[in-house]
């Protein structure tokens, strides 16, 4: 499998910018990907230590939407939480702190 591949995104949410001030990061990524290809690729692309990675499928849903209120299928996907060394930082998830001043 390709590392680049691996990482589908960055999950941004409240609870996940709650989480990152922990050192703790949220990500999608692909079903098939396991726990040590997830460390691996986070280490190489960030340049951080990971300690720590949980990982969580989320089941498709149902959506109503548009006019007609026709029904879609959301996909499931694969949320992995990695929990890194303290003192380091993934760019991604800094809220630019600094501008809101």
């Given at each position: 499998m390709k590392?680049?591949?691996i990482i589908l995104?960055?999950i ?6 709650n989480d ?10 692909l079903k ?14 960030f ?10 499928t989320?089941?498709?849903?149902s959506?109503k939407a ?7 299928l959301k996909?499931s996907f694969?949320?992995a939480?990695v929990t890194?060394k ?8 800094d809220a ?6």
């Amino acid at each position: 499998m390709k590392n680049v591949n691996i990482i589908l995104g960055p999950i941004i949410s409240e609870k996940s910018m709650n989480d990152a001030a922990n050192n703790r990061y949220h990500f999608k990524v692909l079903k098939s990907a396991n726990k040590r290809e997830i460390k691996k690729i986070i280490e190489e692309k960030f340049k951080v230590n990971v300690l720590k990675i949980a990982t969580v499928t989320v089941k498709g849903r149902s959506v109503k939407a548009g006019v007609k209120r026709l029904e879609i299928l959301k996909p499931s996907f694969k949320k992995a939480f990695v929990t890194i060394k303290a003192g380091q930082k993934i760019g991604l998830f800094d809220a630019g702190s600094e501008g809101a001043k």
